[in-house]
């Protein structure tokens, strides 16, 4: 791969956008290496994956507009569905999504964070949809993704006024979990996915497809949807460990990791 870095760690993985003389913006060519590396994931193995981007500079500054700029009506229609597919398949990934936001996440930048189950950044970041400024939409998902994550109308505020927001502003309105120096912004995140990649990981990823699918469906048949995959965690062998060592009162072993995945 030319512009797309990918380390497993152990049980935890790290993609890293390489493109950082553009500051990682996101071109056709980006865009296929992602999802080539994201049918890549060894799903067996690896719990949990990082998001970041080369340098400290910038996470992703966004989509390309030198590559845009010249498009037609069709083909930016195509180039969107582009992104949208791509983004759409981090965000659907079985094992949970941390972003590490170093620096720019603008455009396309901020849209594939908020593909990402945990966006945590460090404190030179800086948010933003700024599409309107050059006269077009968000187009990898931005006008639905950050509605449903900060609100509609401090969505509908950010993306009208294409106005950017810092570290502190991003925590502030729920659109990040943390902000870190940037020294300590990947190992932050590092840590993050080694305790999660430690938890059972059939429950961990029904617990992602629980919250991701409920969200879509009303309380009545979101609850279903939760006691189908509360259930289906039952008589696999990490509910029976993991309920078995809670109950051995003399703890006389070291909890071993969970196997199943």
Same mark, same amino acid.
């Given at each position: 791969m $030319?512009?797309? /870095?990918? %380390?497993?760690k152990g049980t935890y993985a790290i993609l890293t956008i390489n493109r950082e003389k553009a500051l990682n913006a996101?071109?056709?060519? +980006?865009?296929? %290496? /992602?999802?080539? *590396?994201?049918?890549?994931?060894?799903l067996q193995t690896v719990r949990c994956l990082i998001v970041t981007g080369a340098g400290q500079k910038s996470f992703v500054a966004g989509a390309d507009i030198g590559e845009m700029s010249g498009l037609t009506k069709a083909q930016g229609e195509a180039f969107g569905k582009k992104g949208n597919d791509v983004f759409r398949k981090l965000e659907t990934l079985p094992i949970p999504v941390i972003a590490a936001v170093n620096g720019f996440a603008l455009g396309g930048g901020c849209e594939i964070? &908020?593909?990402?189950?945990?966006?945590? #950044?460090?404190?030179?970041? +800086?948010f933003g949809q700024p599409e309107v400024g050059l006269g077009i939409t968000p187009g990898f998902g931005g006008t639905q993704r950050l509605a449903r994550l900060v609100g509609a109308g401090m969505a509908k505020q950010m993306?009208? *006024?294409?106005?950017?927001?810092?570290?502190? $502003? =991003? /925590?502030?309105?729920?659109? +990040?979990n943390a902000v870190y120096t940037q020294e300590e912004l990947l190992p932050? !995140?590092?840590? &993050?996915? !080694?305790?999660? =990649?430690?938890?059972?990981?059939?429950? +961990?990823?029904n617990c992602k497809k629980a919250i991701n699918e409920g969200l879509d469906m009303d309380m009545?048949?979101?609850i279903v949807l939760e006691e189908k /995959?509360?259930?289906a965690c039952f008589e696999t062998e990490d509910q029976r460990y993991g309920m078995a060592f809670f109950l051995d009162k003399n703890k006389e072993k070291?909890?071993?990791?969970?196997?199943? #995945?």
């Open positions: $030319e512009f797309v /870095l990918y %380390e497993q996101l071109n056709s060519a +980006v865009l296929e %290496e /992602l999802d080539k *590396t994201i049918d890549g994931i060894d964070s &908020m593909s990402c189950d945990i966006r945590i #950044c460090s404190d030179n970041a +800086v993306i009208y *006024t294409a106005r950017n927001i810092k570290a502190d $502003e =991003a /925590l502030r309105i729920g659109l +990040v932050a !995140a590092e840590k &993050m996915a !080694a305790g999660i =990649a430690k938890n059972a990981p059939i429950a +961990v990823r009545d048949e979101a /995959l509360f259930g070291v909890k071993e990791p969970f196997k199943n #995945c």
